[in-house]
C-alpha cells in the first residue's frame, strides 16, 4: 500500500552523527519536525536551527517551499537563517583576516538562497558590504566573494538599486578601468556595472559618466570577460536615450569595435557559447534599430536637400551634363529619366518615398549604391531601359520594395528577444554591412527578374521568391557578405522552383477517394510512429535554461523521462551537458501519475510572475508547465520551438491527449505522403497474371528516426 501523499520519506544528516530517517508530515508545522530532529540529538534552542538540502544549491527549506520535497531527499540540519546571517555579518567585519575571508567566502554561497538574504538584507547586510568596497582596503579573493555576494543579494530585487551610492559606483568602475585587475573581479564588476544600468535610469547616467567605451573595448581581447564587456556595451545601448545612441555608435565605429569582435570573438580560437552568441545577436539588433528613424522619416517632397539626393540618382544614371536648357525639355527629359529609373510617380518620385516603412531609408540605400557601386547601379538602370517595356525591372520600386522587405527580414525597430541567439558573423565584416546587404540583394532581385522573364504584373511573386532565396541563405550563416553571394548564386530560380516541387512533393494531399481512404487507413498508426518518436525523445532528455536577471552566471537544470515512461527525472546541472545525463544525476522526479496538465504561454505560473518587461513573445512561445499533485509545478522554457514541440507533443501523448504542434502535423503529412508512394509505388510495380492474384500482403511500415545531429 503506497504511503500518504503528505508523507514522504527523508534522510537528515547533522555533522559527526549518524543520519536519521523519517517520515516528515507534510500538514506538520516545519517548528515542530525541527524540533523532533534535535530532540533525537540532544540538540537544545531548536529554534536556532533549520533544514537545507544536502545536495544541488543546498537551499533552505520553508513553510513555502517544502512542498517540494521528494521522497528520498537528503536534508541537513543547519542552523536557521537569521542566525546564519548574524554571525557572518559580525565575522566579515571581524579584525582577523583569514576569519574574514572565510565568511566572505561562505557569504557568497549563501548569498543565492532567497530565505538568507532577506534575513541578511534586513540587518543592514548590503549597506555593510558596500562600505567594505567603498574603502578600497580589499584586494584579491575576499574582493572577489565581497562583489559576488553583493550581487547574489541584489538579484533577489528585495533593495533597490537605486540607493546604490555614487562612490560605490565609482570604486567598481574603478576596478574596471585599472589595467592590471584579477579575472574574477573583473568580471563580477562588469556584472554589477551591467545590472545598475539595466535596472536603474539614474544608474545608467553615472555609470555613463564614469565608464567609457573605449575602457570596455579593450577588455575584448580577453576571453575571459568578453562576454561581460560586451553585454555592458549593450546595457549602456540599450538604455541610452535615442539623441545619444548614434553618437555612442559613431564613438563604436571610430574604436573599431566591430574589427574587434570579429578578430577576437567570431574569429577567434574558442567556440562561441549561447551566451556570447545573445549578446552578439542584441548588439546587432541595437545596431540595425538605428535604422529605424530613418525608416520611419517619410520624404518632404518639398525639402530641395532631399529632392537633390533624386536628381543625384538620376545624374549618375543618365549624365546630367547633357541636361537641355528649356524648361519644358529638361521637364520632360526628367520625367523620361524617372520612368526608366524605374520610380511609380515619374513627375515627382520625391512622393515615391512618403510611405513608412522603408521612408528615406530607401533612399539612403539607393544612393550608397549610386555612389560605392557606381558600375553596378549604372548597369541595373540601363539594362532595364533598354529592355521591353513589359519585361523592364523597375529599379526605384524594387529598391523602395526590397528596403521595407530586409528591414521585415532583420526586424529593424523590434526589441531584442531575451532566447535568442540568432547573430549573422557576416554582419560583423563590414562597417557598412546594411548597405553592403542590400546592394547584393537589389542585384539578385535584378538577376531573379530575368530569370522568371517577369512583367510588371509579376512584382509581388518576383519579390516572393527574392525574400525565399534571401531568409534560405541567410539560415545557412554564412560568414561573409562574398559567402552570401555565393549562398544566393546556388539559391538561383531554377533550385528555388525545385526545392518547392520537392517540398510540395513531400506534402502532397491526393484527394481521390481511393487515396483520402488509404490515408485514413494509415493516420493511426503513423500518428503512433510520431508518438514513440517523441517518447524516446523525452527519454534521452534536454537541457533547459533557468530564468534569471543574469545571464553571466547561466544556470541549467536537466529533465528525461524514465524508460518505463513512469517517472521525469529532473535535476540542476552547473553547466550544459555535453550529451545524455544519466538518471542517477538528477534528484528529483514526478510520477506520471501525479501529472494533471501541460499548460503552455502565458497560462504557465512561471509566465505570470515575470513582469511584462522582462518577458517578450518569444519566451511567451517557447514556455510550458507540468502542473501535478498536489498543487505543484515544473516549469519549462524550451531553448528552441523544436524542442518545445518535442516536449509538449510528448507529455500531451504521455497523458493520452491529443499531440497538437506544428511540428506533428508537418510529420504526420510528411510521413503519409511518404507511406503512400511506398504502397502506390508497390501497386504499379505489380505484374498483372492471366490468372486473379492472391490478396497482396500490406507492405510493413518503414522505420522513421530522426537526425539530430
Known amino acids: 500500500m503506497p504511503p500518504p501523499a503528505d508523507i514522504v520519506k527523508v534522510a537528515i544528516e547533522w555533522p559527526g552523527a549518524n543520519a536519521q530517517l523519517i517520515e516528515m508530515d507534510q500538514k506538520r508545522p516545519l517548528s515542530s519536525i525541527i524540533r523532533e530532529v534535535c530532540d533525537g540529538w540532544s540538540l537544545s534552542g531548536a529554534e536556532q536551527f533549520a533544514l537545507r538540502y544536502a545536495d544541488g544549491p543546498q537551499l533552505y527549506i520553508t513553510e513555502q517551499s517544502r512542498g517540494e520535497i521528494k521522497n528520498g531527499t537528503i536534508l541537513r540540519l543547519a542552523i536557521s537563517p537569521g542566525r546564519a546571517a548574524r554571525q557572518l555579518l559580525e565575522r566579515i567585519q571581524s579584525h582577523g583576516i583569514d576569519a574574514r575571508l572565510e565568511a566572505l567566502k561562505e557569504l557568497a554561497k549563501l548569498s543565492a538562497d532567497p530565505t538568507f538574504a532577506a534575513e541578511f538584507i534586513n540587518m543592514e547586510g548590503i549597506g555593510t558590504l558596500a562600505r567594505l568596497v567603498e574603502s578600497g582596503t580589499h584586494f584579491g579573493e575576499m574582493l572577489a566573494f565581497t562583489l559576488t555576494a553583493f550581487l547574489e543579494l541584489m538579484d533577489h530585487g528585495i533593495v533597490s538599486w537605486d540607493l546604490i551610492s555614487l562612490s560605490f559606483i565609482k570604486q567598481i568602475a574603478g ?199 557606381q558600375d553596378t547601379y549604372i548597369r541595373i538602370v540601363l539594362e532595364n531601359s533598354s529592355r521591353e517595356d513589359k519585361h523592364e525591372c523597375p529599379f526605384g520600386r524594387c529598391a523602395i520594395e526590397l528596403t521595407r522587405m530586409l528591414c521585415e527580414i532583420l526586424q529593424v525597430g523590434e526589441l531584442p528577444n531575451e532566447g535568442c541567439n540568432d547573430y549573422h558573423p557576416m554582419f560583423f565584416t563590414h562597417d557598412r554591412a546594411w548597405e553592403e546587404f542590400f546592394c547584393v540583394c537589389i542585384q539578385l532581385l535584378n538577376k531573379t527578374w530575368k530569370e522568371m522573364r517577369a512583367t510588371a504584373e509579376d512584382f509581388n511573386k518576383v519579390m516572393q521568391v527574392v525574400r525565399e532565396q534571401i531568409t534560405r541563405a541567410l539560415a545557412m550563416k554564412p560568414s561573409s557578405l562574398d559567402q552570401l553571394k555565393n549562398k544566393l548564386r546556388g539559391l538561383n530560380y531554377s533550385e528555388i522552383l525545385r526545392l518547392r516541387q520537392s517540398e510540395r512533393m513531400s506534402q502532397d494531399d491526393f484527394q481521390s477517394p481511393p487515396i483520402i481512404e488509404l490515408r485514413e487507413r494509415i493516420q493511426p498508426e503513423i500518428l503512433e510512429l510520431i508518438k514513440q518518436q517523441r517518447f524516446n525523445r523525452l527519454c534521452e532528455g534536454s537541457c533547459f535554461r533557468k530564468l534569471g536577471n543574469r545571464r553571466r552566471q547561466e544556470k541549467f537544470w536537466f529533465c528525461r523521462l524514465s524508460l518505463n515512461h513512469k517517472v521525469l527525472h529532473y535535476g540542476d546541472l552547473d553547466e550544459s551537458p555535453q550529451g545524455e545525463v544519466a538518471f542517477e544525476l538528477l534528484s528529483d522526479k514526478i510520477p506520471v501519475s501525479d501529472i494533471k496538465s501541460v499548460v503552455t504561454g502565458k497560462d504557465c505560473p512561471h509566465m505570470k510572475e515575470k513582469s511584462a518587461l522582462k518577458q517578450n513573445k518569444e519566451v511567451l512561445e517557447l514556455a510550458f508547465s507540468v502542473l501535478y499533485d498536489p498543487d505543484e509545478t515544473l516549469n519549462f522554457v524550451a531553448p528552441n520551438k523544436y524542442e518545445y514541440c518535442i516536449w509538449t507533443d510528448g507529455l500531451c501523448a504521455l497523458l493520452g491527449r491529443e499531440m497538437g504542434s506544428d511540428l506533428t502535423r508537418s510529420d504526420l503529412d510528411t510521413l503519409i505522403s511518404m507511406e503512400m508512394k511506398l504502397r502506390l509505388l508497390d501497386l504499379e510495380n505489380i505484374t498483372i497474371p492471366e490468372a486473379p492474384p492472391p490478396v497482396p500482403k500490406e507492405p510493413s511500415s518503414y522505420n522513421f528516426t530522426y537526425n539530430y545531429s
Open 175 to 373: 576596478y574596471v578601468n585599472q589595467p592590471m585587475v584579477d579575472v574574477s573581479i573583473l568580471q563580477r564588476s562588469l556584472a554589477i556595472l551591467e545590472s545598475m544600468v539595466l535596472n536603474s535610469h539614474s544608474l545608467y547616467h553615472r555609470v555613463a559618466q564614469e565608464i567609457t567605451v573605449g575602457q570596455l573595448i579593450g577588455h575584448l581581447s580577453n576571453q575571459e570577460i568578453q562576454t561581460y564587456a560586451i553585454a555592458l556595451i549593450n546595457a549602456l545601448f540599450l538604455k541610452a536615450p535615442e539623441d545619444r545612441r548614434q553618437e555612442m555608435a559613431s564613438t563604436l565605429a571610430q574604436k573599431h569595435l566591430r574589427s574587434i569582435i570579429l578578430n577576437h570573438v567570431i574569429r577567434g580560437n574558442r567556440p562561441i557559447k549561447a551566451e556570447m552568441a545573445h549578446q552578439l545577436y542584441v548588439l546587432q539588433v541595437l545596431t540595425f534599430n538605428l535604422l529605424e528613424e530613418r525608416m520611419m522619416t517619410k520624404m518632404d517632397p518639398n525639402d530641395q536637400t532631399q529632392r537633390d539626393i533624386i536628381f543625384e540618382l538620376r545624374r549618375i544614371a543618365f549624365d546630367g551634363e547633357n541636361d537641355p536648357t528649356g524648361t519644358e525639355k529638361r521637364k520632360a527629359m526628367y520625367t523620361k529619366d524617372y520612368k526608366m529609373l524605374g520610380f511609380t510617380n515619374h513627375v515627382n518620385p520625391a512622393m515615391d518615398f512618403t510611405q513608412t516603412p522603408p521612408g528615406m531609408l530607401a533612399l539612403d540605400n539607393m544612393l550608397y549604391l549610386a555612389k560605392v557601386h
